[in-house]
């Protein structure tokens, strides 16, 4: 597999622990690049959603990943999202290259770059217990939605896309009835960045917004439930990046996880059986 040379590579609401997470294909893209500095915007483990019983070894294979470039010496930086909240109860700190910050400020290519998940300026996920129920519900979709994609196969019919539609309506209402993406970009425009990068909302964004106050560039990275995106920049450019288009071979996402989870002794090399 070609190794891409990324200066900065951004992803979000990767959700593990969630039937929805795409944790196989986000390891073949972490594979396919070498980042200088990589960014983790929020909503990596849902827990929210957590459960015991329910954390693949792919899901933990994204953790090892993550840890394993830190200890390479990438600086990775992690932002809490509103679904791993609970970290940042801890406030800002460092773990060797692991960087935990509840906002980030980086000047990138000569621009002031704000990065922060999003939630803080979406009233709705104050209620985090119909939040949650409602995550319940949207994981029943999904598996519903895998259900029928499985019957269907054999048939050669174009797989169904319900989850995707009915989270993006749920955003879509969220969105016309709070605009948070309006009071973070006026925000933003205020405190003077050049650019800001956001998660939150499951929808990768590359546009310049101009108002009476000023103008600035935002980007999302989107996620890797139902986008399966990731932002890069490199060669002065920020681009979205979809999974879709990297031509990667999905058929070695097992000889990867099995790679990255596997334990090396002196004298044994335990592999754990992804079936």
Known sequence: MAIRKVEVAIISDVHLGTFGSRASELMLYLESIHPKTLIINGDLVDIWQFRKRYFPKSH??????????????????????NHDDLIRKFGDFSLGNLHIQNELILNIGGEKVWFHHGDKYDKSVSHQGLAAFGGRIYEGFILLEKGFNWLLKPFGMQPIQMAKKIKSFSKKISKTALDFETMAIDEAILREFDVMVCGHVHKPQNQIITKNSGSLLYLNSGDWVENLTALEYENNRWKVVRFSDLSLEEITSKTIVKKTISQQTEDKVFIFDLN
Request: net charge positive; hydrophobic share 60%.
């Open 60 to 81: 933990l294979a994204i953790l090892q990943k993550i840890f394993s470039l830190a200890a390479t010496g990438i600086p990775v930086y992690f932002i809490p999202g």
